[in-house]
């Protein structure tokens, strides 16, 4: 009886000694995925930002406006005034559409007349 709950307890630390061995290398390669998505998102960060750089060097007020100095031919922008603008109170909105009106039809369609 002995021999058997030797046995037992051997095949048991085997077992677990197994599980812990797969369990590391789950969570080796599981930090390296990290890793690699941590470089990724380093690397987007990175070129978000060259891409809102070159944003705001394209819409510099300057450049625009000599952009639209040498389009006005074509463009015909003219710059925003304060009297261009209205109070929404002004604006004629279209009317929402009415409810439909529930008809009340009789339950049986044979005793409409």
Known sequence: MRSITYLACVLIVMG?????????YATQAS???MGQVQREIAGLREELGVL????AYLNRP????QLVDL???RLQLVPVE?????DLDHI???KPPAPPEFATAPANPEEQP
């Open 92 to 94: 004629d909105y279209p």
């Open 62 to 65: 300057d450049r625009l406006r």
């Open 16 to 24: 677990l000694a197994f599980w812990a061995y797969r369990e590391n």
């Open 31 to 33: 930090i390296g995925e």
């Open 82 to 86: 304060t009297g261009q603008f209205i």
């Open 71 to 73: 389009n006005f031919e």
């Open 52 to 55: 809102r750089a070159e944003w």
